[in-house]
């Protein structure tokens, strides 16, 4: 072995894949990361809407808490790398960071950009060989242990490294163009791994409400919203919910994804509804209804009302779902309308039918079981140096930085294997 060129290989040089590389080096291994897009870390680029939320501040403790599955699984690398040890792991890298609201911290450029390329500097300085377009096809193992891996390089020839210990980060199959293509699974399952089935998640909902194409573009800020599955209660978010081709987006909507897509999958029925006016009691929004008709002429119309009380864009929908029309005289509107129109601002359903496909989804749920991996190193318990890190593992959680987090955590734990 101790002729070999490499003592570790890492595939794909995303979030993980770069920590674990400049983590490994860093502590005297010789390391090939392989990635094979153009360049590194494509996805880490585009997330955050360009500005990379790359953790949260809230009290490490609290980590696990945000992580839908497997987050015992978690708990020793949040333990070895926590979302203070990353903040202080990119400050120490010339990233200057802030924290916004909700905890969660930025570059202060607002660039994404400058976390990819503090990772790829990272790895550079420690010495790792880096090689864009080399795609993976295969993990070499003999008599239960690794010792290598063919690709394909730049040039399109196929190639074999050897080396003792391979890392596999190859992220889920969320945004494919990113190069995360799924295929970690295939090497894993090759090796006698189960895969947990992979689904969206934090992915846009597809509702059937009647009047959606109103809605299109609508952004609602401060709502309550509680996800019904078969009827029953099993999720209540607050905040922004917003509403695009791809379907019900915002915060709001893609943390309540999770649960939806499994249901959905479940064959079992799934809405939303939304409190329109969560600050206010059923009563105090009745008296407010009141003052504001009694403030209106008789030949105003009932969309005037609505118009004071939610945004133009949800005027026809609430109106439809009251089957009152929206150019009904105020003077015409019964009493009896009035107490729906209470109990629609306090209870608007949305009923979800579909979820957005794994291009629009931010994480892939399933993965590598993490019972088949030791949650100390990141060391498969089936093969002798085979280490998973990132997404490729079932885990995932909700959106504010905790994703990013979870790749950093495991990739610093894979980085620091015994050569
Ligand atoms: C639009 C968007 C926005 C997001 N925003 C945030 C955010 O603000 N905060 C947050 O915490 N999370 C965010 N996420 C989630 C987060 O980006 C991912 O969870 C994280 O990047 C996963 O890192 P990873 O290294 O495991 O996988 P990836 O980043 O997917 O990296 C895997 C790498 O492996 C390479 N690869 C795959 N197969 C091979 C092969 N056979 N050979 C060689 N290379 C290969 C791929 O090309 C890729 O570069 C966002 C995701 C998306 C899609």
């Not at 999770?258 to 939303?272: E, F, W």
């Amino acid at each position: 072995m101790e002729n070999l060129e490499y003592d570790v290989v890492v595939i794909g040089a995303g979030a993980a894949g770069l920590m674990a590389a400049g983590t490994a080096a860093r502590n005297g291994s010789r390391v090939l990361l392989l990635e094979k897009m153009e360049k590194p870390a494509r996805k880490v680029r585009i997330t955050g809407k360009g500005r990379c939320n790359l953790t949260n501040a809230r009290p490490p403790e609290e980590l696990v808490q945000q992580v839908r599955t497997n987050a015992d699984f978690l708990a020793p690398a949040f333990a070895e790398f926590n979302n203070r040890s990353t903040m202080r792991f990119f400050e120490r890298n010339g990233v200057k960071l802030e924290t916004e609201r909700g905890d969660r911290v930025f570059p202060k450029s607002g660039k994404a950009g400058d976390i990819a390329n503090a990772l790829e500097y990272y790895c550079r300085d420690n010495g790792v060989d880096i090689e864009c377009n080399s795609r993976v096809t295969e993990i070499l193992t003999a008599a239960g242990r690794v010792y290598g891996v063919l690709y394909f390089n730049k040039r399109g020839y196929e190639r074999k490294v050897e080396a003792p210990n391979v890392i596999i980060a190859t992220g889920g199959v969320s945004y494919p163009a990113t190069g995360s293509t799924g295929d970690g699974y295939l090497f894993a399952d090759a090796l006698g791994h189960t895969i947990e089935p992979v689904r969206p998640s934090l992915t846009p909902l597809v509702t059937s409400h009647s009047q959606r194409s109103y809605m299109n573009g609508l952004l609602l800020r401060n709502v309550r919203a509680v996800l019904y599955v078969d009827n029953v209660p099993v999720r209540e978010e607050f905040g922004e919910i917003g509403f695009s081709e791809r379907g019900v987006e915002g915060a709001v909507a893609l943390r309540m994804s999770r649960d939806a897509v499994d249901a959905l999958i479940d064959g079992k029925s799934v809405k939303i509804v939304l409190d329109l006016k969560p600050a206010l009691t059923d009563e105090v929004l009745r008296e407010r209804i009141k003052r504001e008709v009694a403030e209106m002429q008789p030949e105003e119309f009932f969309g005037e009302l609505l118009r004071k009380l939610v945004p133009k864009q949800l005027v026809v929908p609430l109106a439809k779902e009251l089957d009152v029309h929206s150019k009904l005289y105020i003077s015409k509107v019964s009493e009896a309308e009035f107490e729906r129109l209470v109990k629609v601002l306090k209870g608007f359903v949305l009923p979800i039918t579909d979820y957005a496909p794994f291009e629009y989804a931010v994480v892939t749920a399933g993965g590598v079981h993490c019972d088949e991996v030791n949650p100390r190193t990141m060391e498969s318990l089936k093969v002798k140096g085979l280490y998973f890190a990132g997404e490729v593992l079932d885990v995932d959680a909700n959106t504010g930085g905790y994703n990013l987090q979870i790749a950093f955590s495991t990739g610093h734990l894979a980085g620091m294997l015994k050569k």
